[in-house]
T-cell receptor
Framework: DAKTTQPPSMDCAEGRAANLPCNHS???????VYWYRQIHSQGPQYIIH???NNETNEMASLIITEDRKSSTLILPHATLRDTAVYYC????????????????FGTGTQLKVEL | DAGVIQSPRHEVTEMGQEVTLRCKPI?????LFWYRQTMMRGLELLIY????????DSGMPEDRFSAKMPNASFSTLKIQPSEPRDSAVYFC?????????????FGSGTRLTVV
């Protein structure tokens, strides 16, 4: 699976949009971008994933650049409860041969949302 | 759905004792994963199963660790004998092959302390 690079920490004011970047310059054509977050003392939580098109769900939006070498997770109106470590993971979609089905977590970005 | 259920939530044991961690995956999920999380090493994948069969145990640190999945609704991770360096939070996760909508679902973890 392709390696990802994320800033170790970011701050965001409550109510503002939080934009979390991720670089994955060695991504392959069949690899998806996944985002998870881990709130203190809890298990990681799935947020969103995408291949090449921008994606949006009830939690966040995912913007993937045209060359797919980087992406941005957007929390449109961050709240204190969004304070967490955010992990960007690149891996082959499950069901494709040879890719396995395991997620490898890096060190992520510690997002701190403040008043 | 009750989600992924892990027990116990906390375990304190003495060095040399046997420790058994338990996990009940989400009904219908065909993949089960065991992760370990420490401050120094982050989230590490220990082993994962597909349809109750171990697929990749390359992350299991040593022979003191063993994992089983006797049926689709139950898995155990055993450490015998336990050592202080095994102190960590152990997470279990499950997923459904091909169902990318929600990704992995993690349990709340078991915090293990070996004294």
């Amino acid at each position: 699976d392709a390696k990802t690079t994320q800033p170790p920490s970011m701050d965001c004011a409550e109510g503002r949009a939080a934009n979390l970047p991720c670089n994955h310059s060695t991504i392959s054509g069949n690899e998806y971008v996944y985002w998870y977050r881990q709130i203190h003392s809890q298990g990681p939580q799935y947020i969103i994933h995408g291949l090449k098109n921008n994606e949006t769900n009830e939690m966040a939006s995912l913007i993937i650049t045209e060359d797919r070498k980087s992406s941005t997770l957007i929390l449109p109106h961050a709240t204190l409860r969004d304070t967490a470590v955010y992990y960007c993971i690149v891996r082959v979609r499950s069901g494709l041969t040879g890719g396995g089905n395991k997620l490898t977590f890096g060190t992520g970005t510690q997002l701190k949302v403040e008043l | 759905d009750a989600g992924v259920i892990q027990s116990p939530r906390h375990e304190v044991t003495e060095m040399g004792q046997e420790v058994t961690l338990r996990c009940k995956p989400i009904s219908g999920h065909d993949y089960l994963f065991w992760y370990r999380q420490t401050m120094m090493r982050g989230l590490e994948l220990l082993i994962y199963f597909n349809n109750n069969v171990p697929i990749d145990d390359s992350g299991m640190p040593e022979d003191r660790f063993s994992a089983k999945m006797p049926n689709a609704s139950f898995s155990t991770l055993k450490i015998q004998p336990s050592e202080p360096r095994d102190s960590a939070v152990y997470f279990c996760a499950s997923s459904l092959e091909g169902a990318q909508v929600r990704g992995y679902t993690f349990g709340s973890g078991t915090r293990l302390t070996v004294v």
